[in-house]
């Protein structure tokens, strides 16, 4: 259904103002800025049709079909061959001045190993700063599940740091 | 192992990092209206195949140009004001209504809702599609709490004459009882609605009449035959 020309300015204004950080919680989410940028444009696209239902919360509408998509994403990707992405092939080796960068591309890499339900609430609770309760409500869980979902998923990022000096998660300059 | 220590903290700092750089393209608002006109296109097309898929003929008829706001007959302070219409799943293409086995109604459900989006009761007096014949019917009158929803079943006589054409534009009329007295409000349908209606103005009771008259004719003329074949000697050899 069309929306009205005032709606239609709300939508747009809505897009302008949040895209940027709605885009990089798809990032996280994905794993992959190109992907990132096609969930994010379907759930905008949803998000317009819902446009004259939604009550004052289009962020937790959008964010909540980032969750989903994704999760749809990465199981049919579990059953395709594995694509390669970008961020993949711009891995360097690790060093000193180029630590920064590394981080972030083993950050990416690390969230990537993660179950696409560890890997929104922690992209909820640590990067959208959401509370435990509107990770649960945005997600469609309960508070405990999302505490031991938060749990399990640290812990198995805790074990992969049997070599903290390699792990992307390790204090670099504390090295 | 102390680094590891505060992991949330370093995870949200990290992913902050990872993602500074990320800007959403500069034509992704254009890139999304241009999804969402497909998805209205995709849908309206599927509609058609589906009534195609079911043996019902679509009427092909150009789409009418459609305000962008609903005519509003009644004031903005009116209860009327606070209606909308909500499309729904749900809905079917009509059935029809016999007295003594004659057909007397054809009976539409059209797959959505009239909600009442006011903080307080509105109490709706009638619903009708003006220009199709559709109203809905109601015991006496319809009381619908705040946030309630009617479902849009209207339904259509017989011998209601609606003339060579549908009506250029599709709207929901619906009267409600106010303080200073009746008022109404002019709704658009959804296109997905309007569509519908289409294809169940195709397969009128006039036309539903006159199909089922020629099915029992040719039923009859079958039963003739294999009589007649029944009745014949069997062949030697």
């Known amino acids: 259904m069309k929306l009205s020309p005032a709606q239609q300015e709300d939508f747009n204004a809505f897009v302008l103002a949040r895209s940027n950080a709605l885009l990089r919680t798809a990032h996280l989410l994905t794993g992959d800025r190109g992907h990132a940028e096609d969930v994010l444009q379907q759930a905008l696209e949803r998000l317009a049709r819902h446009w004259r239902r939604i009550d004052g919360e289009p962020d937790a509408y959008v964010r909540r079909t980032l969750v989903n998509l994704a999760t749809d994403r990465w199981r049919l990707r579990a059953r395709r061959p594995q694509e390669t992405g970008a961020d993949g092939l711009e891995r360097r080796p690790a060093a000193d001045a180029h630590a920064r960068v590394d981080d972030r591309l083993d950050l990416i890499a690390a969230l990537r190993t993660l179950p696409p339900r560890q890997r929104a609430v922690l992209v909820l609770r640590y990067f959208d700063d959401l509370t435990e309760a509107e990770t649960a409500h945005l997600i469609g869980c309960s508070v405990g599940t999302v505490k031991s979902t938060t749990s399990r998923a640290l812990a198995r990022l805790r074990e992969q740091t049997s070599s903290p000096d390699e792990h992307p998660l390790s204090s670099r300059s504390s090295t | 192992m102390s680094d590891l220590e505060d992991l949330p903290g370093r995870l949200a700092s990290q992913m902050h990092t990872a993602t500074a750089a990320d800007i959403a393209p500069p034509d992704l608002l254009e890139r999304v209206h241009r999804a969402a006109a497909r998805r209205r296109h995709r849908n309206a097309g599927a509609l058609a195949m589906a009534a195609i898929a079911a043996g019902v003929a679509v009427v092909a008829l150009p789409t009418p140009e459609r305000s962008p706001e609903p005519e509003r007959l009644a004031g903005p302070t009116s209860p009327a004001s606070d209606l909308s219409v909500v499309r729904s799943d749900s809905g079917r293409l009509g059935g029809s209504v016999t007295v003594d086995g004659e057909l007397r109604e054809e009976r539409v459900e059209l797959p959505g809702y009239l909600r009442n989006n006011a903080d307080q009761p509105v109490t709706v007096l009638s619903m009708t599609v003006p220009g199709t014949g559709l109203q809905a019917q109601f015991p006496e009158q319809l009381t619908l709490v705040p946030g309630g929803k009617v479902p849009l079943t209207l339904t259509r006589s017989v011998d209601c004459d609606t003339g ?26 959804p296109e997905e609605v309007v569509a519908l209606y289409r294809v169940s103005h195709a397969c009128s009771p006039e036309r539903r009449v006159a199909d089922e008259a020629e099915a029992r004719a040719r039923a009859a003329e079958e039963a003739r035959r294999q009589a007649e074949k029944a009745a014949q000697p069997p062949s030697a050899g």
């Open chain 2, 164 to 189: 060579p054409a549908l009506p250029a534009q599709f709207d929901l009329r619906v009267a409600v009882a106010g303080q200073s007295g009746p008022t109404s409000v002019l709704l658009p349908l």
